[in-house]
């Protein structure tokens, strides 16, 4: 099993940043991609970006390209979400995921852990 707990949610002005981070724990050596996803109240889920853990490449949904940036550290088994000129149509519950496939099966919308959510809040 693996486990995944975010932080770094919090309330923002509009044009503001936050960073996400999201630290896996357990048997992190089956993780073969990561990703984030969000939920605004009363949409489905989507998926806003994805990493492959081995080689750095990245995966982003349209509406968040060139404003936020998915990284990660393998020695701390963490994802980072860097989002910047955030707009009030970003608030959402924000989810980590891990994969053991890749990161394409990621961007789908499938993965095998979830982590359980953290806020984001852009006032306007």
């Known amino acids: 099993q693996v486990q995944l707990v975010e932080s770094g949610g919090g309330l923002v002005q509009a044009g503001g940043s936050l960073r996400l981070s999201c630290a896996a724990s357990g048997r992190t050596f089956s993780i073969y991609a990561m990703g984030w996803f969000r939920q605004a109240p009363g949409k489905e889920r989507e998926f806003v970006a994805a990493i492959n853990w081995s080689n750095g490449n990245t995966y982003y949904a349209d509406d968040v390209k060139g404003r936020f940036t998915i990284s990660r550290d393998n020695a701390k088994n963490t994802v980072y979400l860097q989002m910047n000129s955030l707009k009030p149509e970003d608030t959402a519950v924000y989810y980590c995921?891990?994969?053991?496939?890749?990161?394409?099966?990621?961007?789908?919308?499938?993965?095998?852990?979830w982590g359980q959510g953290t806020q984001v809040t852009v006032s306007s």
């Open positions: 995921a891990a994969s053991r496939g890749s990161a394409g099966s990621v961007v789908r919308g499938r993965a095998d852990y």
